[in-house]
């Protein structure tokens, strides 16, 4: 049996160093037609991060006198810590954490850039290759941008935290399908658009609140992908798949939590406040009960909230690991929510707004991101 878990020709798969098989003649033929949408649609959301009449870095933020994302964004400063800080230390701390966050997201930007390019090496049906090739190209796209934009804001991301570096090293170098779609097209893509919806609700800098909405206007197709595999897919796993499916997502889950919420992954930043993040840790954990937790994911935009909702949508989370997403959401409220993605919105105005740059369609006096 094997490995890659695909019940739907259009996700059938060839190991990593059998390009031979690519040329089989019959494959060439064998095109399906589930992406060619997606695939279209990318000439209307075409956007370059190097050229100024799409996005222009060239827009000045006192980083000094004024916080990215606004203070009570920030998890430590709900707690205790807030009161060793001053407040130009304060503003400081927000700045780092959106640096660190932003670095993430562009260590996660690179992640789907191999490993759309590694389904590329895998995928048998030219239209699912197609697809995947399409997304590689845009997903170097949103490595150029955040690249330019932490650039022009601090010069340097922050190196990669050990749990997501571990995380997305695994999944570009996992050969099985389901490991790559769940992990990366589901659960970092999803997290993803609840990161990049959550920036561009919040932050006071307009210049990444545009860089998010252009990036948004790919990442919804993205996601997407994952969730059409999911539809093919699941309905028609036996129980041992669905299990290692299940589990496999909850890995990817709780990692992905740790990464954005145990201290432990910012050390260094905390160290330039002279705060010990064991001590960290342990304020917070004080501070927050399970009930402010929930109270906090209950927000529409909440990261892992979104997962938690892609994931119960695709069919991925039964019995076996409910409880465990219970703890963070109200998992009834969720299931009888409707399909929509956090961000859809925001990315369909983002496609207006391309829509009329590229080919002048009118749309009145909409700006992108004002
Ligand atoms: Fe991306
Ligand atoms: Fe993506």
Not at 17 to 41: C, E, H, N, Q
Not at 44 to 66: G, M, R, S
Not at 308 to 317: Q, S
Request: negative net charge; charged residues 25%.
């Amino acid at each position: 049996m094997s490995n890659d878990i695909t019940k739907d020709a259009a996700y059938d798969a060839v190991a990593p160093d059998d390009f031979p098989a690519m040329m089989d003649v019959d494959r060439y033929g064998r095109r399906s037609t589930a992406f060619d949408k997606i695939i279209s649609a990318t000439h209307d959301h075409f956007w370059d991060p190097l050229d100024k009449k799409y996005i222009d870095y060239n827009q000045p933020f006192d980083l000094d006198t004024t916080p990215i994302m606004p203070l009570d964004q920030v998890l430590e400063l709900h707690t205790p810590i807030a009161d060793r800080l001053t407040e130009q230390q304060k503003i400081q701390f927000a700045n780092d954490t959106t640096r660190w966050s932003l670095s993430s997201i562009l260590h996660g930007e690179a992640g789907a850039l191999a490993l759309s390019a590694s389904l590329c090496h895998i995928l048998k049906d030219p239209g699912a290759q197609e697809y995947a090739a399409n997304q590689t190209r845009e997903e170097a796209r949103h490595v150029t941008g955040f690249s330019k934009y932490i650039e022009t804001r601090w010069g340097k991301p922050y190196p990669v935290g050990p749990t997501l570096g571990n995380l997305l090293t695994e999944m570009v170098l996992a050969p099985e399908v389901y490991k790559k779609i769940v992990g990366m097209q589901m659960l970092v893509e999803g997290l993803a658009m609840g990161a990049f919806a959550s920036l561009y609700t919040h932050s006071n800098d307009p210049l990444l609140r545009h860089l998010c909405q252009l990036v948004m206007t790919d990442e919804a197709f993205h996601h997407k992908f994952g969730k059409i595999w999911a539809d093919r897919t699941v309905p028609h796993l036996n129980e041992e798949e669905r299990n290692r499916i299940e589990d496999w997502a909850a890995t990817c889950f709780q990692t992905l939590l740790f990464n954005l919420g145990s201290p432990e992954q910012k050390k260094h930043i905390y160290a330039k406040y002279g705060l010990d993040w064991q001590e960290v840790q342990e304020i917070i954990l004080k501070t927050r009960t399970d009930d402010d937790r929930r109270r906090a994911m209950s927000s529409s935009t909440n990261i892992f909230r979104v997962l938690i909702k892609t994931l119960l949508k695709g069919g991925i989370i039964t019995e076996r690991t409910r409880a465990f997403y219970a703890v963070y959401v109200d998992m009834e409220e969720l299931k009888g929510e409707g399909d929509e993605m956090v961000g859809d919105a925001i990315a369909e105005k983002g496609i207006e707004y391309l829509k009329a740059v590229n080919f002048g369609q009118k749309v009145g006096n909409y700006v992108a991101a004002e």
